[in-house]
């Protein structure tokens, strides 16, 4: 009797300590909290990359970092996971879905296999030779509106669409024509529509993983490979080929997700506070990333004989036509969701280049 008069205020405080430690993980993890209940702060957020330190990925995460941490008052803490210290692209978003991660970069290069209808951007000579309209695209809540179903269907919440930048090819011969692609082994994407891309041209297309195309490079089990300028310099692939060619065939474009139950259940002043965050670093990234891959072509042509091809019109026009069956293509593989979606992209970029052209007219 007296050893259990001892211990029970112990135990009572025992109990209201682990039931303590039990709200704040949850916090933690960005569940919604009792009503009433504020949420123990400082709440950690985790964010995984598709790229490495340096990238487009990492100073959008970076901005996106001060950006919320600034907005919340250093009531949310953002912990970035550059690639590799997690996993492939595909493990990241399978990471995202399960909340393990509470944000992620998913490219369309994986993502089409699961969610077709985001395979519209591996399309080629699909988007706009305006830089700033396909900013003005690649922001609009109407696009953003046309995924919002697919991605929910693999419980993802898509929260931006983060341009990185004009695709380039590399290998040790110009690439000017379809022709030069006959039989030119490239490594493209995991998705098959980016590879149906380059079948297009008469290519074989090898799907290797980003983290080994440096290898295959050197050891000429790929001819060529596709990327935008910065990661060309980042991952050194212009260390074992020697020719850039720039023809902008269609932008890099990565999506920004979280797990859908995880966001519909942040209390509301923590999800008001991701939206303004996101909302902050948007253009913020846009800019970044063009002087990212403007300052890494300086960097390749410094220092190294690397021969760099600019397509004219009349040859980015060949490619064009070329590319033209893949979006049949892109329509059986999604039907008339994708349709909508192929339709109303054709539809937002003539009505933003419009704008542009009477802008410029009336300024003048």
Same mark, same amino acid.
Request: some cysteine; glycine content about 6%; aromatic content about 8%.
């Given at each position: 009797?007296? &050893?259990t008069?001892?211990?029970?205020?112990?135990?009572?405080?025992? $109990?209201?300590?682990?039931?303590?430690?039990?709200?704040?993980?949850?916090?933690? =993890?960005? !569940?919604?909290?009792?009503e009433n209940?504020?949420?123990d702060?400082?709440?950690?957020?985790?964010?995984?990359?598709?790229?490495?330190?340096?990238?487009? %990925?990492?100073?959008?995460?970076?901005?996106?970092?001060?950006?919320?941490?600034?907005?919340?008052?250093?009531?949310?803490?953002?912990?970035?996971?550059?690639?590799?210290?997690?996993?492939?692209?595909?493990?990241l978003?399978?990471?995202?879905?399960?909340?393990s991660?509470?944000?992620?970069?998913?490219?369309?290069g994986?993502? =089409?296999? %699961?969610?077709?209808?985001?395979?519209?951007?591996?399309?080629?000579?699909?988007?706009?030779? @305006?830089?700033?309209? !396909?900013?003005?695209?690649?922001?609009s809540p109407?696009?953003?509106a046309? &995924?919002?179903?697919?991605?929910a269907?693999?419980?993802?919440?898509?929260?931006?669409?983060?341009?990185?930048?004009?695709?380039?090819?590399?290998?040790?011969?110009?690439?000017?024509?379809?022709g030069?692609?006959?039989?030119?082994?490239?490594?493209?994407m995991?998705?098959?529509?980016?590879?149906?891309?380059?079948r297009?041209?008469?290519?074989?297309?090898e799907?290797?993983?980003?983290?080994?195309?440096?290898?295959d490079?050197?050891?000429?089990?790929?001819?060529?490979?596709?990327?935008?300028?910065?990661?060309?310099?980042?991952?050194?692939?212009?260390?074992?080929?020697?020719?850039?060619?720039?023809?902008?065939?269609?932008?890099?474009?990565?999506?920004?997700?979280?797990?859908?139950d995880?966001?519909?259940?942040?209390?509301?002043? /923590?999800?008001?506070?991701?939206?303004?965050?996101?909302?902050?670093v948007a253009e913020?990234?846009?800019?970044?990333?063009?002087?990212?891959?403007?300052?890494?072509?300086?960097?390749?042509?410094?220092?190294? /004989?690397? @021969?760099?091809?600019?397509?004219?019109?009349?040859?980015? =026009?060949?490619?064009?036509?070329?590319?033209?069956? $893949?979006?049949?293509?892109?329509?059986?593989a999604t039907?008339?969701?994708?349709?909508?979606?192929?339709?109303?992209?054709?539809?937002?970029?003539?009505?933003?280049e419009?704008?542009?052209? @009477?802008?410029?007219?009336?300024?003048?």
């Amino acid at each position: 009797m007296r &050893f259990t008069s001892l211990w029970l205020p112990f135990l009572a405080t025992l $109990v209201l300590t682990l039931a303590g430690c039990s709200d704040g993980d949850s916090s933690s =993890a960005g !569940n919604a909290t009792p009503e009433n209940t504020p949420p123990d702060y400082p709440v950690t957020w985790r964010f995984a990359l598709e790229e490495i330190e340096g990238s487009v %990925q990492h100073a959008y995460a970076l901005a996106l970092k001060e950006s919320i941490e600034d907005v919340s008052a250093g009531r949310i803490e953002l912990d970035i996971f550059p690639y590799g210290s997690l996993g492939t692209s595909a493990q990241l978003t399978e990471l995202a879905k399960n909340g393990s991660v509470n944000l992620a970069f998913a490219s369309p290069g994986h993502l =089409a296999d %699961q969610i077709p209808e985001v395979g519209v951007f591996t399309l080629h000579f699909l988007l706009s030779d @305006n830089s700033e309209v !396909n900013r003005q695209l690649l922001a609009s809540p109407e696009l953003l509106a046309l &995924f919002e179903t697919p991605y929910a269907s693999r419980n993802l919440k898509l929260l931006a669409f983060v341009p990185e930048g004009w695709i380039a090819w590399t290998a040790n011969q110009p690439l000017r024509t379809p022709g030069d692609f006959r039989d030119l082994r490239i490594r493209t994407m995991t998705s098959d529509m980016a590879a149906a891309s380059y079948r297009a041209y008469g290519a074989k297309p090898e799907q290797t993983p980003f983290s080994q195309v440096y290898t295959d490079l050197q050891l000429r089990k790929i001819d060529a490979q596709a990327n935008p300028v910065f990661a060309i310099e980042e991952m050194g692939f212009y260390e074992v080929q020697n020719t850039l060619t720039i023809a902008r065939p269609t932008q890099f474009v990565a999506s920004l997700v979280t797990n859908g139950d995880w966001y519909r259940e942040l209390p509301q002043k /923590q999800q008001q506070w991701l939206d303004d965050a996101l909302d902050e670093v948007a253009e913020k990234a846009w800019r970044t990333q063009e002087n990212l891959n403007q300052a890494r072509l300086k960097t390749m042509q410094e220092g190294r /004989q690397l @021969n760099v091809v600019r397509l004219t019109d009349t040859e980015r =026009a060949a490619f064009a036509e070329a590319s033209q069956p $893949v979006r049949q293509t892109y329509i059986e593989a999604t039907g008339d969701r994708g349709r909508e979606i192929l339709k109303r992209i054709g539809q937002l970029i003539k009505t933003l280049e419009t704008e542009a052209e @009477n802008s410029n007219r009336s300024s003048d």
